[in-house]
């Protein structure tokens, strides 16, 4: 399975765009990447999903380089509602989380 | 669609205790994974169901087991309980074991060990 490394934890405030990247050196050949939002409390919730370059759907866009030893998920204008932790995962199968990126929106 | 529902929400045990928490995956779904997320902590793999056989597991001792029934609801359980089993359980049901396709999760069932 590929380790994945994304930053413990970020700060943004409302309207700005956020960016979270993630590393996976060793991803496979197959290995989608994925990303997950948890609220306190609550489920993870897929918000994207992708295997190279660009992926936009209602709520993110995901970047993928042509090596794809990263990816990079793109929240534009946040809000205090986008305040979650966000988990990249690569791989297939079960998922493993890792520690995840802790998202603070503030005003 | 109800989505993934788990039973109960909350539950309170004493230590040496068994446990049986219940999942029902998303319509469609034929496959349940549980997973165990501490405080602060990011979702633990247990292990995942498919046509009611135990796939994979994760690092968990047997005192975790778990079963999947005909129309792809899942059970899981605990024995001897102990503090360290304090924890959210999570329940995620997808369409394709061996696929990264998009799963859905429950809202847990919260474990308290006293």
């Known amino acids: 399975l590929a380790k994945t490394t994304q930053p413990i934890s970020m700060d943004s405030y409302e309207g700005q765009e956020v960016n979270i990247t993630c590393s996976h050196n060793?991803?496979?050949?197959?290995?989608?990447i994925t990303w997950y939002q948890q609220f306190p409390s609550q489920g993870p919730r897929f918000i994207i999903q992708?295997?190279?370059t660009k992926v936009t759907n209602e709520v993110a866009s995901l970047f993928i380089p042509a090596d794809r030893k990263s990816s990079t998920l793109s929240l534009p204008r946040v809000s205090l509602s986008d305040t979650a932790v966000y988990y990249c995962?690569?791989?297939?199968?079960?998922?493993?989380f890792g520690a995840g990126t802790r998202l603070t929106v503030k005003p | 669609d109800a989505g993934v529902t788990q039973s109960p929400t909350h539950l309170i045990k004493t230590r040496g205790q068994q446990v049986t928490l219940r999942c029902s995956p998303k319509?469609?779904?034929?496959?349940v994974s549980w997973y165990q997320q501490a405080l602060g902590q990011g979702p633990q793999f247990i292990f995942q169901?498919?046509?009611?056989?135990?796939?994979q597991r994760g690092n968990f001792p047997d005192r975790f087991s778990g079963h999947q029934f005909p129309n792809y609801s899942s059970e899981l359980n605990v024995n001897a309980l102990l503090l360290g089993d304090s924890a959210l359980y999570l329940c995620?049901?997808?369409?394709?074991?061996?696929?990264?396709?998009?799963?859905?999760f429950g809202q847990g069932t919260r474990l308290t060990v006293v």
């Open positions: 995962l690569v791989g297939e199968g079960p998922m493993r």
């Open positions: 169901y498919y046509e009611e056989e135990e796939r």
């Open positions: 319509s469609g779904h034929d496959t």
């Open positions: 992708g295997y190279k």
């Open positions: 060793n991803i496979a050949t197959n290995d989608y």
């Open positions: 995620a049901s997808s369409h394709d074991p061996d696929r990264a396709t998009e799963a859905f």
